[in-house]
């Protein structure tokens, strides 16, 4: 049953309108039975019904019960540091579509120069950011922003995945949607306990959770030695696609696929 949130009080709710109709007209329900409340964006609880009135119920919470809004997998956004506020954005829709994590790095044709002394109040706002559109998307839980990487701590934390693509717009073999289905399979086998891939195999099998990271590059692109080094560290060269997409854009458009394909 669903509960206006200002009805959803810490240890007592009360059920009004259709809802309430329902349960003293059609369900006939009785003080001491329970019920399972919702206020449609954040709280679920067991509720034990206290009094029925005319058009009103009152019930106690028994157990608040976890609502989740977490997609099935872990994304990691690596993201090469983009000019003017691109990055904000990146964190903005990147959390309302799902990721789980934002990670800007510097490669060699990022134009953006880091400065010291602005870096601390930058990332605070990046945070602020992830924070307020966790909130406006009901997310359960606040995406993670890292302080920009160099290229080499990347590749580094690029092992910490289960499968890292590196989206590379002069890739014309491997489609991303591809490698996404192949990567989810691969673990979904392994959670039944089926062989585990030589792709995944470094990876740690006791998460529920497959995590996958997409590293984009910026404005001008990865450089071919650049491509060479990740895919030595382990990641995989992939196409969005057969246009050019803009920087903030590609990131979208690959965790979008990321949430699609695995069932969001
Ligand atoms: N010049 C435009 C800009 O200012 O944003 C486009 C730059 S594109 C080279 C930036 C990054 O987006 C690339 O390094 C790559 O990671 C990603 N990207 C864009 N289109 C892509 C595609 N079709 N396939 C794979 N990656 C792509």
Not at 146 to 172: G, M, R, V
């Amino acid at each position: 049953y669903f509960i206006e949130p200002e009805l959803f009080a810490d240890s007592a709710v009360v059920i009004a309108g259709e809802d309430a109709h329902h349960l003293i007209r059609v369900m006939r329900a009785k003080p001491g039975d329970e019920v399972i409340v919702s206020d449609g964006v954040s709280r679920e609880a067991l509720v034990r019904i206290t009094e029925l009135a005319k058009d009103k119920v009152s019930a106690d919470i028994v157990e608040r019960l976890a609502m989740n809004h977490e997609p099935a997998v872990e994304v990691w956004i690596a993201q090469s540091l983009p000019k003017g506020d691109k990055m904000e954005l990146v964190i903005q829709k990147g959390t309302e579509i799902g990721a789980a994590r934002f990670v800007p790095f510097i490669s060699d044709r990022t134009v953006v120069q880091l400065d010291a002394k602005k870096e601390v109040k930058r990332l605070e706002r990046w945070q602020r950011i992830a924070k307020e559109a966790a909130e406006q998307a009901h997310r359960n839980r606040i995406p993670e922003v890292d302080a920009p990487l160099t290229w080499k701590q990347l590749l580094q934390l690029s092992s910490q995945a289960d499968a890292a693509w590196i989206c590379y717009e002069k890739e014309n073999g491997l489609e991303l949607r591809e490698q996404i289905r192949a990567a989810l399979s691969v673990h979904r086998k392994d959670k039944a306990g089926a062989v585990v891939a030589e792709s995944l195999a470094a990876s740690d099998h006791s998460k529920q959770k497959a995590t996958l990271m997409l590293i984009v590059g910026p404005e001008g692109g990865f450089s071919e030695h650049e491509i060479e080094e990740a895919e030595e560290a382990g990641c995989r060269s992939v196409s969005l696609g057969r246009r050019i997409l803009r920087t903030e854009t590609a990131a979208m458009v690959g965790l979008t696929c990321i949430m699609y394909e695995s069932g969001e």
